[in-house]
């Protein structure tokens, strides 16, 4: 049904201008330059949420806290108002930092036909953010999809360097009707061959590592399935950030679609939105192009305002199984929980490692 969709959605979309392939002219060597790894450190495979990693016995959750009716990002916490829960049984904190690590962000942009009638509504903001957001030491990627991906810019914390691929962008035109955004989604986590050139995939990156999705949702032809898809990320342990651009389209075509056609614009979304909750990201749709700057600014503070906490697991079992962690935030110290009116943004489930 999406495919049959996608057809309609192509033949709306179709433009008569000269079409160019997605660019990748100034991608570089390929080669991703991780810090090196610490040898005591051993990454565990997560299943659900934000990062959680095991330094010899010690397990770390990265956790945001934002106000459910404002949106606001609560900063200044201390351990004191954080529990957590480990398979239902109370951990002792033993490490606890408001993180301010340089980061490492992938910015993967869906550059297909299908999204040709709002493109500058979409690569002018994502523009403004590389080059804004951009601080010493972080270093960002710019990965275009249509068809099969392209890297634009391999990591790099060069503001000029982010902006000259993202105007390369801007000037040309998307070429190809496909948007395989499954296997665009593996190859920045995996890793792979394009062009004769060897990628590393950035699940192979120690540190804080993101995923900034900007998609319609829609896949036609990927290699691997959604089934695949959603496991693989999953999987990975990296948080995804979705910003949902089909609206922008459903908006101004609704009237004319039939029911099924709807029913796979919801579709779309609910897949985006489902990249982002089981990796512990946020999904973010957007109904208006004046959305996307906002979108994108919330984005940099939940990346840049998040809290790291360790804890020695009281249960030592090491056979592979899986655990769940709860997080409860009291922000007023009056030892009764306010996860009510909190959005609590972590990973929620790992896999213990197995001797």
Not at 76 to 97: C, H, M, P, R, S
Not at 194 to 213: F, H, S
Request: charged content about 25%.
């Amino acid at each position: 049904m999406l495919k049959r969709l996608l057809t309609i959605f192509i033949i709306l979309l179709s433009l008569s201008i000269n079409l160019i392939p997605v660019p990748n002219t100034n991608a570089q060597s390929g080669k991703v330059r991780p810090k090196d790894k610490d040898k005591n450190q051993e990454e565990i495979i997560d299943q659900k949420g934000d990062a959680i990693k095991i330094d010899a016995a010690l397990t770390n959750v990265e956790v945001t806290v934002t106000d459910k009716k404002s949106g606001g990002i609560y900063q200044g916490l201390k351990a004191g108002n954080f529990a957590v829960y480990e398979d239902g049984v109370l951990q002792q904190i033993t490490n606890f930092a408001a993180l301010e690590a340089p980061i490492t962000l992938v910015m993967v942009l869906e550059y297909s036909r299908q999204i040709s009638i709002i493109r500058n509504e979409i690569i002018n903001p994502a523009g403004q953010f590389v080059t804004s957001f951009v601080q010493p030491k972080d270093q960002i990627a710019i990965v275009a999809y249509d068809a099969r991906p392209a890297v634009l810019n391999d990591f790099t914390d060069n503001p000029g360097q982010l902006a000259s691929s993202v105007n390369l962008l801007a000037r040309n035109v998307p070429a190809l009707n496909d948007s395989n955004l499954y296997d665009a989604l593996k190859f920045v986590i995996e890793g792979g061959k394009l062009d004769k050139v060897e990628y590393g995939g950035v699940q192979e990156i120690p540190g804080r590592v993101a995923i900034l999705l900007v998609s319609s949702g829609f896949d036609t032809f990927s290699k691997i399935t959604y089934d695949k898809a959603l496991k693989l990320v999953q999987n990975a342990g990296i948080p995804i950030y979705s910003i949902g651009i089909g609206n922008l389209f459903f908006k101004l075509y609704e009237a004319r679609m039939s029911d099924e056609q709807r029913l796979g614009f919801y579709q779309a979304a609910n897949q985006l939105r489902s990249f982002s909750e089981l990796t512990g990201g946020r999904y973010f749709p957007v109904t208006f192009q004046g959305e996307i700057p906002t979108t994108l600014k919330s984005i940099s503070f939940l990346l840049r305002s998040q809290y790291s906490i360790g804890y020695s697991p009281t249960n030592t079992r090491k056979e592979g199984k899986k655990r769940k962690v709860e997080v409860h935030v009291d922000i007023d110290g009056d030892a009764k929980r306010d996860d009510q009116k909190l959005v609590i943004q972590y990973r929620k489930v790992y896999t213990e490692p197995k001797n």
